[in-house]
């Protein structure tokens, strides 16, 4: 079994942790990652680009001069599309682009997307992170002391969501922080380092996904 290096909080090796990826997900679907991160980027977007028809823009929607006659090419309202200051022939509306996949599909693939971090080495576990009052100097020397240095977005995974740690780390430019329960396929695979302590690596391990519940045979049709 594979085992991940423990550090403290100066990164210091204080023991080793047993994890293999099997541990989260006997396999990695690379198709549900894509989708799962997909979704999450869709329901970000807010969907308010619009641009006005000819319908929305002001002005009169009288014949600009007569059919025939005139020697000029026929002509009807002036926010004609054709026309400056005429409204667009396909114009832009605002939209709703959030959809949704299944939740034990997304569940899964959270923990594949953990798997794929543990087999490319790129966890660094801590065994607590801890601090009495919020200090942005003092999470910053906690990430570098890890090997999570400024060229690297992290994210920051918590048993639970702790004050001071999510304050030390909100100024820090490309790190989050997040409690281990709000996990997700995005915020796990956008992140060139995952921090885990130990008790939240624990958590998400502990954790096992309901199997689909089966549905029962049906009698077969009497002839």
């Given amino acids: 079994m594979a085992s991940l290096t423990l550090h403290d909080q100066s990164g210091k090796k204080v023991g080793t942790y047993k994890v293999e990826p099997t541990d989260f997900a006997p396999h990695i679907n690379k198709q549900l990652l894509h989708d799962a991160v997909v979704m999450y980027q869709a329901n970000q977007r807010q969907g308010s680009a619009a641009t006005k028809s000819r319908s929305d823009v002001s002005g009169s929607t009288k014949k600009m001069y007569r059919q025939k006659g005139t020697g000029n090419a026929r002509a009807g309202s002036r926010r004609s599309g054709v026309r400056r200051g005429g409204g667009h022939i396909f114009a832009k509306r605002s939209r709703d ?15 594949m997307a953990i798997a794929t971090k543990i087999r490319d080495d790129e966890v660094v576990l801590v065994d607590e992170l801890t601090f009495d009052a919020p200090k942005t100097s003092q999470m910053v020397g906690t990430l570098t002391a890890l090997g999570c240095d400024s060229q690297k977005s992290v994210m920051v995974a918590t048993e639970s969501y702790d004050q001071n740690v999510y304050k030390s780390a909100r100024n820090i430019r490309r790190v989050n922080v997040a409690p281990a329960a709000e996990l997700n396929a995005l915020s796990v695979l956008g992140a060139d380092r995952l921090v885990l302590t130990k008790t939240a690596m624990d958590a998400l391990k502990n954790v096992q996904p309901k199997p689909p519940r089966q549905r029962a045979a049906r009698p077969p049709k009497e002839i």
């Fill in 97 to 111: 682009f959030s959809y949704s996949l299944p939740r034990k599909a997304l569940q899964l693939a959270t923990r």
